[in-house]
């Protein structure tokens, strides 16, 4: 009753801020944030300029925009303390939107090509619809190379062409059908948890559809992945750190450095400062995140495996931000823990002696 409920109040919530223009905002965003992202927002936009009210579900910000036109934007706070749904309201274009979400210090975090099938696959049982055609998608290789597919085609047909390319779906929108091919919702989602839905006249049942299948369905994987990332390094001699193992579909060839990928991550960045300590027979580098002020092991082990082991104090959004750029640089993965085996050492066994 309560999930029902909570379900209901942010449906409602984010229909306040709905745009029927979607250039002219609606985009809907997940922020990890230990802080109201609100704060960020005084702080790009100026909080003499900003009015702030409370409203049901959340809190509504204003303030006027060049030519004195009215921009609008809602925050709500979800269950889990740390995270929150930010919607762009009128007058917000997605670019103008993405400034003020990079302004404030948020976690770090993606959806995967499997992450996003679930979503939508998800929202078309809800709807009860028979098939998803894509509108658009955006695609980004493994070799930097962008992809945009503009017509329609079934949406299992760019699934294919994302894994055939080996690497990311960036966005996607997309519209569920029914039997007899009529829209039921047009949705846009993307691989930083950004989504919209867009119609001038949407029902109650689309609209509670794509807070639940959409929206707080993002919440739970981002949820689960902070929670499975947490808490993994080492915080003290004596505890070792928690190493996870990614599995490539594609097994990695001598094309395929590691070293290479890290180096375009770094120069992508900016944040990034990488240190090797072997590269034959195998590749072993270590990876400080300045952003995250984190460090990661990173080492490939075979044909198709690398692992990641964190350094002290490493942080969830860290291990998150990596993982993104291995998969930018070497394709799809699958993620499961390290088995360390009876024989492993400790620090406090391997600088005290055994």
Known sequence: ?????????????????????????????????????????????????????????????????DGGRPQVVGISQLDAADLWVVVAGDGIGSKTAD???????????????????ALVSSLRGRLGGRRVVSESAKMLS??????TDNWLQDVDDIYDAVRAYRGQLESLRFVVKDDQDAPLSEVFIDRYGRANIYGSEIPDSAWEAFTEEIVLAIARMVREKIEYLEGRSARKFGIAPRAISLTFETPLTWEDSVE?????????????????L?????????????????????????????QLSPGFHCKASAFQRMMDALEWGLGAFSVSDVDDGEGALTLEEVFGGR
């Open 142 to 147: 493994a070799r930097g190379r962008k992809r």
């Open 260 to 276: 290479d990928c890290v180096s375009r991550i770094l120069r992508r960045s900016g944040a990034y400062t990488m240190s090797t």
């Open 1 to 65: 009753m309560k999930a029902c409920r909570v379900m209901r109040l942010l449906s409602q919530f984010l229909r306040r801020f709905h745009v029927q223009d979607r250039r002219s905002g609606g985009r809907i965003a997940l922020i990890c944030s230990p802080v109201s992202p609100l704060e960020a927002i005084l702080q790009r936009v100026g909080a003499e300029l900003v009015r702030v009210d409370e409203v049901e579900g959340g809190t509504q910000i204003r303030w006027e925009g």
């Open 278 to 306: 072997h590269q034959n027979p195998y590749f072993h580098g270590i990876v400080i995140d300045h952003q995250y002020v984190s460090s990661v092991d990173v080492l490939v082990v075979g044909t198709n495996e690398i």
């Open 99 to 117: 400034r003020l979400w990079s302004a404030g210090d948020f976690g770090y975090y993606y959806l995967s090509l499997d992450d996003i099938e």
